[in-house]
């Protein structure tokens, strides 16, 4: 049995020998070191291979191997060699007896084996074993053969070995393996081969190598590897007893052998890592800020990568972790918001939900896989593959939550909220869902804050975080200025007709607060949450139910500005009071405007300094009870006041003399101080064209009475009644001229600018449905006027040229009266009757000069009279000539830009003043029709 024993041996080592030196190189020495070495080697790995359970995963059919090999030496072309194996085959299976071989399949499978390997590695570099049989075990089947092995016979290994095998020439170290003595004690069983496994296999010598390659699992290889190994799985054939599954158990053991820290470690380090903890091989690396294994371990590449992407995860947990204890650090020093204390209240449940993953995996990690059988060997349950499949759903929501964190560290309020929704949109149901959840938490403070500004007017916002920003202001700015919008923390998932929605629903209740002093609002909240199925308690409205919010929203605005626009119409008097405005300031109230215009005049013609404004009141006060603005509503006509506006030296009353109109809270919200010197502006204009009017009239009275009066002055020499006649006439001639602009541009500006502007005011202020359309609304009304009244900024050199033309009427107004006052005075004294000489205005008289006075002159003889009375009139004829030719020059310029004013309809003026094309036909140069 010994030397069946030592016969084995002898023959694995003279194959080995064969196989790395004669067949490579017949002349090469194996007496080197390095020769020596790999023979070492290469012999373990033999011995390694023969002592396992492993068979080839083919099945053993010896006439189909020697056809295969046959068929292949054909096709290669060499038939001769083809003929010559047969010959040999046949020879070799005759052979039978002592000393024959008994498994010839498997020699047959060897050598076809081994000539492949040497065909395939002739493009190769060399390497150490030059076998297929042996790369495809390289590829990770059977441990790899690897260089620079230190051999160690007190440290286990081939020395045990050695020692089991009694190798006498083993005792000086490995480098005597070539000269070893056989004798072979561990293999006393050799000999004992069980028939029913078949002829000569090597599955038939598995059980009597068990201890051999028990001895050999004890030899530790190195770290390195020449590059040109491959690792492979060896196939084994299937078969009853399992063989397969015990080759790869022990194969296992093997592997646990050769690396230093078991995968039972690795597994609670990285649950450690995992909560931000170093272990005791994966600690966290603050310079390239991730978990690294240490360098002094020795695990294989894929487990390396497994560790540190499972390790990322930890990595994740510090950023998210980090952020919620630094930012409720900075609380309650600093303003981090609700929004932001709900996002991280929102992300430490989300962690709890893992802290209670981690605890049932570190329970997993201690407790072994439960087996039928106690006699079985188990592991531990949780291994990294186990973990990686564990951490997959974990490590999406934690990528989600460190990248809500990056994004959301410099915002808060409805900003961070927007920010965190803009990662909402997302296909995959796992990303939508969890965010969703976080939101829901996230928007719980924001949607709180509307609920309360939209149903009770409360903006509860200590740490600007809505979008919608208050600010200290009087009552009369409380609707235009007390609350805007704050673009940068309006969330993305409300848009922005919904906010200004918001925001105006708010601003009414606020409105009716505090300018309306009005409670009836809250009526109307509960009614629009109970429209909108809601409830006015907190909490009934979340992320998601953008429908409800819309409608409640809708509900609430619609009750609330209905409520407002009927207190300021029926409880304030809205309508009434626009209208006042109209029949006072805009002199829509002809018998006031007319009464108030004859008993202030006498008054606005001195000198602005000297006018009391307490008389004018008075005055006011005498054309109210005499006219029908008396049966006017008196709180309207307590409101209504003299204002002397600021003077300058040598004005007159009727420069500075005007009206105003007190609108008060809440009505000075539409009537704002702007507003109200925009109707003054409006009042000036229309009270100056008012004084050119009552001017002329007043002309027209004194010139009347003369005209009458002329056919008396009989007894005056011919050439002065001639140059009185036509001096009369062209006086004459010229107010008709000036009273036909002055009517027409009058009926423009009462009729085709201010009720028309009114007519469509009041068709707007009835469609209106809040505040903010009958601001709107009257802000139109208002600018119509002002543009079409020429007063815009647009008209400006017409209007320039409007009061050129009215300065010339007041101008001619004067000329007119003393023109009167002399032919009064003349016939008074010519005809010897006493006619009262026509009313005259102090300023007129001062104005006129001495030398043409006729009260100068009415003392003197008929011969100078009728001198003098000559001069006066040829005087006053050039002066009326002269301003009517001035008139006639500027008048032509304002008719001649009536037409290229576009942004006004002056049509209509432009028709009256020109109807039958009389100053088209004067001045035909302008080349069209005006």
Known sequence: ??????????????????????????????????????????????????????????????????????????????????????????????????????????????????????????????????????????????????????????????????????????????????????NFQSLSNMGKLKKNRGEGTLGDYSSNLKRLGDNLSGLRVGENVKTGLKGGVLMVSKDPENIREMAYREYADLVKEENEVLEEVLVRDVLYACQGIDGMYVKFDEKIDAYVLQDFI????????????????????????????????????????????????????????????????????????????????????????????????????????????????????????????????????????FMKRLLRRVCSPLFEMVRSWVLEGELEDIFAEFFILSQQVKAESLWREGYQLHAAMLPSFISQSLAERILRTGKSINFLRVCCDDRGWSNATTEAAAAAGTTTRRGGLGYGETDALESLITEAAKRIDKHLLDVLYNQYKFREHCLAIKRYLLLGQGDFVQYLMDIVGPELSEPANTISSFKLAGLLESAIRSSNAQYDDPDVLDRLRVKMMPHNTGDRGWDVFSLEYDARVPLNTVFTESVMSRYLQVFNFLWKLRRIEHALICAWKT???????????????????????????????????????????????????????????????????????????????????????????????????????????VRFQSQADRLYEGITELLS???????????????????NNKSSEPGSWLGEGRKDLTRHAGEFLRKMGKDIEKIAKEYSSVFEGFITQLPIQQHVDLKFLMFRLDFTEFYSHLRPSTGRKL
């Not at 996002?343 to 087996?371: G, T």
């Not at 106690?374 to 592991?379: D, P």
Request: aromatic share 8%; glycine share 6%; with cysteine.
């Open 1 to 182: 049995m010994e030397d069946d024993e030592q016969r084995i041996v002898d023959l694995v080592k003279e194959l080995v020998h064969r196989l790395l030196y004669n067949a490579q190189n017949p002349n090469s020495s194996s007496s080197t070191v390095p020769a020596r070495q790999k023979y070492n080697q290469a012999l373990k790995y033999s011995l390694r291979i023969l002592s396992s359970r492993m068979t080839p995963s083919i099945i053993s059919d010896e006439s189909a191997m020697v056809e295969s090999i046959k068929r292949h030496l054909v096709t290669a072309g060499k038939s001769s060699e083809a003929l010559t194996f047969a010959d040999l085959y046949s020879k070799f299976s005759l052979k039978s007896g002592p000393g024959s071989v008994k498994n010839k399949w498997a020699v047959v499978y060897l050598l076809k084996t081994v000539s492949e390997d040497l065909k395939s590695r002739k493009n190769q570099s060399p390497n150490i074993i030059s076998s297929g049989f042996l790369d495809s075990a390289l590829a990770g089947g059977l441990p790899t053969l690897l260089e620079n092995t230190e051999f160690n016979n007190n440290s286990g290994g081939i020395g045990n070995l050695i020692k089991n095998l009694n190798i006498e020439e083993f005792k000086d170290g490995p480098d005597n393996l070539l000269g070893l003595g056989y």
């Open 298 to 433: 020795k695990v294989s590449r894929a487990t390396g990568i497994l560790v540190r992407k499972l390790c990322e995860i930890g990595w994740l947990f510090r950023k998210v972790k980090g952020y919620i204890t630094e930012t409720m650090a900075r609380f309650p020093d600093e303003d981090v918001g609700t929004v932001g204390q709900a996002f991280c209240a929102a992300l430490q449940d989300e962690l709890s939900d893992y802290y209670k993953l981690l605890a049932v995996l570190e329970a997993q990690a201690m407790n072994p896989i439960p087996l039928v059988s106690e006699s079985a060997h188990s592991g531990n349950y949780l291994s990294l593959r186990r973990l990686s499949v564990w951490f997959a759903e974990p490590m999406v929501k934690m990528r989600l939550m460190a990248v809500l964190v990056d994004c959301c560290k410099v915002l808060k309020g409805g900003a961070m909220a927007g920010a965190i929704h803009m990662h909402a949109q997302h296909g995959d149901p796992l990303v939508n869902d």
């Open 703 to 809: 010139m009347k009475p003369n005209c009458v009066t002329s056919q008396f002055f009989g007894n005056l020499p011919h050439a002065v009644k001639l140059q009185l006649i036509l001096t009369s006439r062209k006086c004459q001639v010229l107010w008709d001229e000036m009273n036909h602009f002055v009517s027409n541009l009058q009926y423009y500006i009462m009729f085709e600018v201010l009720e028309v502007s009114w007519s469509n005011f009041l068709k707007e202020m009835e469609v209106a449905k809040d505040l903010d359309d009958l601001l709107r609304a009257h802000e139109k009304y208002l600018y119509s006027i002002v543009e079409k009244s020429l007063l815009g900024e647009r008209s400006q050199n017409l209007n320039k040229t409007l009061f050129i033309l009215f300065d010339l009427i």
């Open 829 to 847: 004294r010519t005809t010897g009757s006493s006619f009262p000489s026509r009313s005259i205005t102090k300023s007129q008289r001062k104005s």
